[in-house]
């Protein structure tokens, strides 16, 4: 029996560790995946069980290279970023992988952008909001100046999709995509790190920057396989597109984050734009792409843990409903709004929220599901137009989580009648961008 050749990919999200085998035709075979509880970090906080992690990645990997009917030619990994994983000089984790939700110190933070210049010249140098410690480099000034003992065992600090990679291949490095993702150590004007991270002396953690399209080979005991060196989930679910789309588009890339994703806009950012939380991501090849992003998968979350609790409905119960033009003629009628928001802020784009939510004065779910769908869709529609200005793109797609949400993309559809809604058929997104990456030379991201 001959033995179908195959891509091997990690891809590590914030909730799902998935691990993928694509055949030649990048072609979905075979699929697994767990969850981990988080484990209390040195503060209590949530953190990544990074060991419990490795263990689970080390076993399935050793189990599929036992696969009869697969032979795994390359390995590859995506995973989430504003993560880092600190090591000792042996290469050995020293340190909680502190979450990107763990509160920031606010003293710390102002004495941070008081000594640096303040706030807003470093984020629009950076490229990065002020996001506490979903800025990852400020996860390195947060161990500097409040725990100096923990931080002093510090050999190097990686990226969670490098640090996979070194699981497999003992080799420590740096990537463009994990750098450049709201870590506020790039200065995207010098395109070299920020003298911040130099005075502080943070630069020495950092392993060499290679570009994401190098390969490397795992170790003997993984089979000697060529293996990329890891790149962060969203960058990866753009490759796809840009390896099949002829014509311009904005991708629209959906989960936890809803991250609207233009390629070929490298505009500066403006104060404006950082305060809505616009930024800027790298590129495999170090190019800026400009990007924003919305908390869209949580708020929704949240707001249908609040709707079930009142209607005493069953989870799943919002996937049954259809989408209604009349009702949502009705709703968004409406002079005023009726949603209150945990996560977002619709005031930084000019919309109005309620002062607060009152589930009793809806007629049933499906009205209630209606507005707030509504209202979101108000909200991303204002996050997308942050990256279409100064380009001629008409196209977007929807991949992610919300590309299968009738509702979200039939209101989308209303509102942005100009632009051609596309839900995705790249299932995986993330994924299968790793499995590319790992196996063809893609095109450097260009404006012209």
Known sequence: ????????????????????????????????????????????????????????????????????????????????????????????????????????????????????????????????????????????????????????????????????????????????????????????????????????GIVSLFPPIRSNDTLLKTKSEYGGIPCGIGIHDSSSALLPYIETQKDQFVLLSTGTWAISINPFNQSALTEDELNKDCLQFMSIKGFPIKISRLFLGEEHKYQIDQMYSHWGLPLGTYKKLKFDPKLFVKVSGLNQKRINFRYLEPEKFGIEEASKTDWSRFSDFSEAYHTLIHELTDIQVASLSLVQTESNVSKIFVDGGFNANEHFIEMLKIKLPKNEIITSNFSNGSALGAAILGNIKTKAYSSS
């Open 1 to 200: 029996m001959n033995k179908i050749p195959v891509t091997a990919v990690f891809d590590i999200g914030k909730t799902n560790k998935k691990f993928f085998l694509f055949d030649q035709d990048f072609k979905e075979v075979y699929q697994t995946y767990t969850r981990f509880e988080p484990i209390p970090d040195d503060d209590g906080f949530q953190s990544l069980p990074i060991q419990s992690l490795r263990d689970w990645m080390i076993s399935i990997l050793k189990e599929a290279l036992r696969f009869p009917e697969f032979e795994i030619k390359k390995l590859n990994f995506s995973a989430h970023g504003a993560t880092f994983v600190h090591l000792n000089e042996k290469g050995e984790v020293v340190l909680p992988v502190y979450d990107y939700l763990k509160p920031y110190p606010e003293d710390l933070l102002d004495q941070f952008y008081s000594k640096y210049g303040g706030r807003g010249l470093i984020t629009k140098e950076t490229s990065s909001p002020a996001l506490g410690m979903l800025n990852s480099g400020l996860q390195l000034y947060f161990l500097k100046h409040t725990k100096p003992k923990q931080f002093r065992k510090i050999k190097y600090s990686v990226h969670l999709p490098q640090y996979l990679c070194y699981i497999f291949t003992g080799e420590l490095i740096s990537d463009y995509t994990s750098i450049g993702c709201h870590t506020a150590l790039w200065d995207f004007t010098e395109m070299d790190y920020h003298s911040w991270v130099k005075e502080e």
